[in-house]
């Protein structure tokens, strides 16, 4: 005779990850429709093809499902998917060697919007090809470090997500804006 396994009816995540285990697809459903949009918008950033974003969160997705980590508190869970996110999308980049982002609409650095013109679409269209040329250029460090800020995520959870400590990560952004913007100058003045 078989037990019945009880129903999940909290929606704490460390909760509907106990749930998981014991084989409840409800919880899985649950922090699949909780957490898709977030693992989808690093993806995205971080891939830029909505095809292979779309990949990376299967993965991501299908590790959780078959292999839930054992996590307390309340953000484990988010930033556990955040860096299993951005390490799996690396790792699409560095498989297929690309290097062709979709970042103008997302990319939300201050100076950037400065210089646009919004005013025609053929510069609206330059300036993206600009920006992914920009892109092409910066180390997947950097690219990972603007994509995550523009992701919405804050200093702590990056930090934590890339391993780095809160204290030098204000730096390693600042740095990584600023090899953006003088990339960006220089390819603006010579194209």
């Known amino acids: 005779m078989r037990m ?3 129903l999940v009816t909290s929606q704490r995540d460390e909760d509907l990850l106990e749930a998981i285990r014991r084989g409840q697809e409800e919880a899985f459903t649950t922090l699949y429709e909780r957490y898709r949009p977030l693992v989808s918008r690093i993806a995205l950033r971080i891939v830029g093809s909505a095809e292979d974003a779309e990949d ?17 508190g309340p953000q484990a869970l988010r930033l556990w ?34 210089q646009q013109r919004l005013d025609e679409g053929c510069e609206r269209a330059e300036t993206a090809a600009l920006v992914r040329a920009v892109l092409d250029q910066l180390s997947d460090r950097d690219r990972t470090l603007l994509a995550l800020r523009a992701s919405g995520l804050n200093y702590e959870e990056i930090a934590t997500t890339l391993g780095i400590r809160l204290s030098s990560l204000g730096t390693l952004l600042a740095r990584a804006e600023r090899r953006f913007r003088e990339r960006y100058e220089a390819l603006s003045r010579t194209g």
């Open 4 to 6: 019945a396994v009880p």
């Open 56 to 72: 990376v969160c299967q993965e991501v997705f299908f590790r959780l499902f078959y292999q839930p980590p054992a996590l307390e």
């Open 81 to 114: 998917l955040a860096r299993v996110t951005t390490n799996t999308a690396l790792n699409v980049l560095r498989s297929q060697r690309r290097a062709q982002f979709h970042w103008t609409r997302w990319l939300r650095l201050e100076w950037l919007h400065r």
